[in-house]
């Protein structure tokens, strides 16, 4: 079955810095990935997401960008904030349906 | 506002209790689904429903049930709860028009077991 694992557990970067965080999955089928955020104590939030027929996707202050040769995904946030702190999860349907497998996250840490 | 509404937000119950965990979401969405959180796990999914009266088992469907007698309401039932099953729950929900995977979280339900 699918899997997706993120390559950091956490993430310390200093603000105004760009942040990168890196996941890789395992079916190179895969359609469809999706980032999500959850700040402490919350559920987790829709970011942004994109399709296997695109390469980058461009949001407010993040960029997804699909590697499918080498099945990795990354999300990168411009001139990281310190509301930025969280965790950061990607997340892959496996066939397309309702079903959604998440990976066990990066845990960001903003330094003023 | 638009929302997806759990409850409890904590329990804690002994084993084998009977225990029901109610979501709620007033966005007149078709889909829903129930994940645990657990550390080190990131989000498992349990069950989700594509609409009324349809559910499906998601990665971690053992010793839960569900039901989707209507559109709104998605409860979590858990017949004879487990110390295994002491983790954090969350429930979602989403329109299924080409914005499925853009899932409205609800705060979560801590849940423990002894």
């Known amino acids: 079955g699918e899997s997706v694992g993120l390559h950091l557990p956490t993430l310390s970067v200093q603000e105004g810095d760009n942040s990168i965080i890196n996941c890789a999955y395992s079916?190179?089928?895969?359609?469809?990935f999706i980032w999500y955020k959850q700040e402490s104590g919350k559920g987790p939030q829709f970011i942004i997401d994109?399709?296997?027929?695109?390469d980058k996707r461009q949001g407010q202050r993040v960029t997804v960008l699909l590697n499918k040769t080498v099945k990795h995904l990354s999300l990168q946030i411009a001139a990281t904030q310190p509301g930025d702190s969280a965790v950061y999860f990607c997340a892959v349907p496996p066939g397309g349906g309702g079903k959604l497998i998440f990976g066990q996250g990066t845990e960001l840490s903003v330094k003023p | 506002e638009a929302q997806v509404t759990q409850n409890p937000r904590y329990l804690i119950t002994v084993t084998g209790k009977k225990l029901t965990v109610t979501c709620s979401q007033n966005m007149n969405h078709e889909y829903m689904s129930w994940y645990r959180q657990d550390p080190g796990l990131g989000l498992r999914q349990i069950y989700y429903?594509?609409?009324?009266?349809?559910?499906d088992k998601g990665d971690v469907p053992e010793g839960y049930k569900v039901s989707r007698k209507e559109k709104r309401n998605f409860p979590l039932i858990l017949e004879s709860p487990s110390p295994n099953q002491t983790s954090l729950y969350f429930c979602a929900s989403s329109p299924v028009d080409g914005s499925l995977y853009e899932q409205y979280f609800g705060p979560g339900t801590r849940l423990t077991v002894t």
């Open positions: 994109i399709r296997s027929n695109m």
């Open positions: 429903s594509m609409n009324v009266e349809v559910t």
């Open positions: 079916n190179s089928a895969s359609d469809y």
